[in-house]
């Protein structure tokens, strides 16, 4: 069982930045595919950005340009650099992992919020 550990979130200003990590369990952390969604209150959960074991990133359009997804293999950490943060991007950030056999992993995640 794979467990996914969010943290870094808080309260930032607009303009601000911030950087989310995510830790997962087990030693295969290298072939998922990472990827982080957000959901804002009264809204679905939204996919905001992904990489795939050969480091392929993805990012949803409203973040592009601001945000940058990374991943660490060595530390098992996938990380989540929010630049330019605006009132829009406020929401409970997750971690989700994929496994080669699909197997989807979820962490608690972690609040978000840009205010002035």
């Known amino acids: 069982q794979v467990q996914l550990v969010e943290s870094g979130g808080g309260l930032v200003q607009p303009g601000g930045s911030l950087k989310l990590s995510c830790v997962a369990s087990?030693?295969?952390?290298?072939?998922?595919?990472m990827a982080w969604y957000r959901q804002a209150p009264g809204k679905q959960r939204e996919l905001v950005a992904s990489?795939?074991?050969?480091?392929?990133?993805s990012y949803t359009d409203s973040v592009k340009g601001r945000f940058t997804i990374s991943r660490d293999n060595a530390k098992n950490t996938v990380y989540l650099q929010m630049n330019s943060l605006k009132p829009d991007d406020t929401a409970v950030y997750y971690c989700?992992?994929?496994?080669?056999?699909?197997?989807?992993?979820w962490g608690q995640g972690t609040q978000v919020t840009v205010s002035s």
């Open positions: 989700h992992g994929t496994s080669l056999a699909l197997s989807h992993y």
């Open positions: 087990g030693s295969i952390f290298r072939l998922y595919t």
């Open positions: 990489i795939t074991s050969g480091a392929i990133t």
